[in-house]
């Protein structure tokens, strides 16, 4: 046996438990469908560098990892939907082709270049209805899974896919979701709840009611309105990302 080989399946898993760990050390993002569309939220100290963000009309794009290798991939993805747009029509814009693509470099990067990226990505296109909403999760070696009302990956992401999947309520209104779903990223990998000041929070919403750009963010003092059950929408940043 010639000094130094490693078999193709070391390798491969070598990448894997590379890229896992750089993910696990991220803060959890969630994903959760309402009855007025879909709802974004993640632990995000910073208020500059988003983890949630506008691809097109009515998709959105999140996120976990390495903050340059993920933005990587959100720039190209807004380019490509603006190309497609541009040169057909905005309706052949779907969020099963851009999660396709996604999968497709992920899984290049993955088996041909000496390091993969350590992100994980959701790709969410809301419908006119429920049953059109559409989630894709792909992860770090371009594995695509469609996802059923809800997804959550990075940090302790399995603690937080129990609690969410153990008190999720389909077509639930946005204060319960998005209480969920702050309650699911406050549950540490020990199962305790701990202090997540609304200001590390990053939530946005594809609004299924916005006549043609559904994607818009939730900022203070609405969010703090709405974890409280007091508020209104009427606060929302309506700017597109």
Known sequence: MQFGYVSPEQIMKDRADYARKGISR?????VIQYAGGILF??????????KISE???RIAFAAVGKYNEFENLRQAGVRLADLRGYSFDRVDVSG????????????????QEPKPYEVE????????????????????????????GYAVMGGAAEQVARYVGDNVSPGGSLEDTLRL????LRRGEDGNDRHLPTASLEVAVLDRERP????????SPTLDSLLDRSGSEAGTDDSGD
Do not use: C, M, W
Not at 181 to 184: I, L, S
């Open 26 to 30: 991220g803060r959890s993002v969630v």
């Open 41 to 50: 939220a993640a632990e995000s100290p910073s208020p500059s560098l988003h």
């Open 55 to 57: 691809i097109y009309d």
């Open 96 to 111: 099963r082709a851009l999660a396709n693509v996604y999968a497709q470099t992920l899984g290049t990067i993955f088996t």
């Open 121 to 148: 990505l959701v790709v969410a296109e809301v419908g006119k209805t429920a049953d059109e909403d559409q989630i894709y999760r792909i992860t770090y070696d371009g594995s695509v899974a469609a996802e059923n």
């Open 181 to 184: 779903a702050v309650d699911a």
């Open 212 to 219: 043609r750009r559904a994607f818009r963010r939730i900022v």
